[in-house]
């Protein structure tokens, strides 16, 4: 039986890993993984784990009501603009992080800060989060 | 690429509906989707002389069908607008579907094989068919409209993590533009502030626009003497600090058409056909950028592919609508389209220098957030209005200088950029 791509990346998020691609023609890394390299579009593709270390560049925040249910108990959230140290920019929620304008323009003031994954589960699916270190 | 039409292309005329809420808005209240798609294919086929036995094809965009309850939309349409017999197909191209359809019509058209292409869009964001019923609708609570919008976004791994537009396509571009440029958080706010009262008054002057209230007039109907004192109250919150309401898109009901021609088509014509000169059109996921906001590369894609065809400058530009669900990020592509220089955007505005009598007019039919939003009809209704300016038929809120070259960029969710270049007019 295949197994999905998808299903998988989830199934290694619940195990604390972040699993994306490497691509065995360019070098490239695609994260979270697709079926194809997003640099070159080759499918010649290999697991590659990533550290879930990075840094904030952006924190802002969300509506509430969530548009999706999953997240209606979370919201509003601090949501970042966030980049992987091998390079990827991600968005996800960053934990233990005020979102009142007081806050978030002290954070904003410190400029770039580094972060780190703290994957949470949201009705029985693990997120990819992050928390400042 | 050839990147090149083989033979001219015009855009003959154009219809819109006024922008609202089927459920309120005095013009639309009682209508059904089918019956307002007909109000502005009527007004197209009338604007540009056509007959509904001229036209060749029909292209027919709707995007969230929980609302339209409409899927093979072109059949479903056809005997409404007087089209059964024609080549048609319904399209999706998010909120750019109008004018990635009018791309598609010019490419027929500039192969020889249609000679007239009618191209429509329709949408409802705020209600639904009520229980099935053929003309009763219900009206919809807003995160549901949200929830539906985000099918066309991410769904292996955005939507399902917490993905969430207001930060996203505002938060973080006005804190990545004012950290690039050296704005503080309190310019960015008066300034965002200027630019709603732009887009307000352009909409004050519209019959068409969802809200014809001007920002100020809010402000003391509101009970408040100071407009901008109303702009930071609690009227006004944050929807993604720091992002005010006022600075977002206002979802609307409606619905646009274009009758898209070959030459020939156009020289019996005896109005001012407008010229379709070039389009661009990109794609791309989630994440929308890197390291700073204010670029989206699709945007810079679409821009360079539709500039080369048109064989243009920016500096060629009289008139530009950019795709304005999010103010901030309005400024962006406007400074990445070349009509505003690179980090003056927001000088720009408080200077009005893009109101309709400004030396660089944008948006002046009121833009996403008071013109109204009505996802697969707004991009005909963004190109609707660059033809009424540039044939100097846009009444009060005409550009002293009539445009002879317009250009119209859209965002279809998430992400097809798409950009027109239309010259001609009076």
Redesign the interface.
Known sequence: MPESI?KE?YEHLKEGKLVGTKCTVCGGYTF?P?TACEKCGSMALEPQEFSGKGTL??V????A???????AE?AP?A?G?V?LEEGI?????ITGVD?D?ES??KL?EK?PMAVEKDIIE?EN?P???FKIV | MEGKFREPVYILGAGCTRFGNLMETPELKGLTLQELAAQAVKEALADSKTSPDEIDAVIIGNVTMQTSNLPATYSQLSKWLGMEMKAGVHIDAGCSTTNVGVSMAAMSVASGVYRKVLVVGLESTSSRPSKLSPYERETIPTEEMWLWTDYCINQAYGVPQGYDIFPVYNGFLALGYCRKYGYSIEDFDRSMFELCKTRRLHASMNKKAINQEKLEDEATRMGYSDPYEFWQSPYNPFLSWPSRLRSAVVPADGASALVISCKEEAEKYDGLPIELSGFGISIGDLPWYGSDPTIQNYDVASFKKAYKMADIQPSDIDYLHVHDCSHISSICTAELSGYLPQGEGLEYVKDGRLRFDGDRPMSTHGGRHAFGHAWAASAGADTYEAMKQMRGIAGDRQIPKTPHTSVIHTHGYGMISTVLVLKGGK
């Open positions: 998808i990346y979270p697709t560049l952006f802002s925040h969300g509506v009501p969530a548009p999706n249910p999953r997240f979370l959230y949501y603009h980049q920019f991600v968005q996800g929620l979102i304008p978030l323009l904003y400029g949201v699916l997120i990819l989060a």
